[in-house]
């Protein structure tokens, strides 16, 4: 089974200043993960994935994830905020080595930044 | 260069219409799904296939059909509609759902009134 936990459902923060948004999962396999972002009344984009390689990831738009397995944690940053980044932030697993189960989605972080 | 292509972007329906929601993905992916979106609870998965002719049951796939006829189409049946099913709904698409991405359309604002 599998399951996702964002730890906020709400971050504000200032424009220019870090951004931290928490993903802890649960897998019995070998997990992809990924990172979409939604801005408001469009669809989701893919920010970014790990699905084996590098355990940090680069993404678009200047975030970044790692990927702990000791602490089953795929944490999304930034290093400073832009106005544009205001938007739900998604955290999704699906295993990588098991066909057929499916993606599962975090309940979403909405991330505000305020100028 | 369309990618996931869902259609109608609105819709207002009466208590007990029916209507479908289309779908089409020019990937030949093989992973087609629906999800529903409602405030506080992320994204839920109403119905999904593996293939043309197999479809499967999501989390909440109580008042909704689906078939997959073609690997390019996967549309989204409301049989009945009711107010609970007033939701944004997404079609997306995968190679598979091992370690691929997924990819969505631009969603479907349902309003049941």
């Known amino acids: 089974a599998q399951s996702v936990t964002q730890l906020d459902s709400h971050v504000s923060v200032s424009e220019g200043t870090p951004v931290l948004l928490r993903c802890n999962y649960s897998s019995s396999y070998s997990p992809s993960l990924f990172w979409y972002v939604q801005h408001p009344n469009k669809g989701l984009q893919l920010l970014l994935k790990y699905t084996s390689a590098a355990t940090l990831v680069k993404g678009i738009n200047g975030f970044e994830a790692e990927f702990k397995k000791s602490e089953t944690s795929f944490h999304l940053t930034k290093p400073s905020a832009h106005m544009s980044d205001a938007a739900e932030y998604f955290c999704v697993v699906s295993p990588r080595d098991n066909y057929g189960q499916n993606f599962v989605f975090g309940p979403g972080t909405r991330l505000s930044v305020l100028p | 260069n369309a990618g996931v292509t869902q259609t109608p972007k609105f819709q207002v329906l009466k208590t007990g219409q029916s209507m479908t929601l289309q779908c089409a993905q020019d990937m030949n992916h093989e992973y087609m799904s629906w999800y529903r979106q409602d405030p506080g609870m992320g994204l839920r998965l109403i119905h999904y296939s593996v293939g043309a002719g197999i479809t499967d049951q999501g989390e909440v796939p109580n008042g909704y059909n689906v078939s997959r006829s073609t690997t390019e189409d996967f549309p989204l049946r409301l049989l009945s509609a009711a107010p609970s099913q007033t939701s944004v709904y997404f079609c997306?698409?995968?190679?598979?759902?091992?370690?691929?991405?997924?990819?969505f359309g631009e969603g479907s604002w349902l309003t049941v009134v």
């Open positions: 997306a698409s995968s190679e598979s759902t091992v370690g691929n991405t997924i990819y």
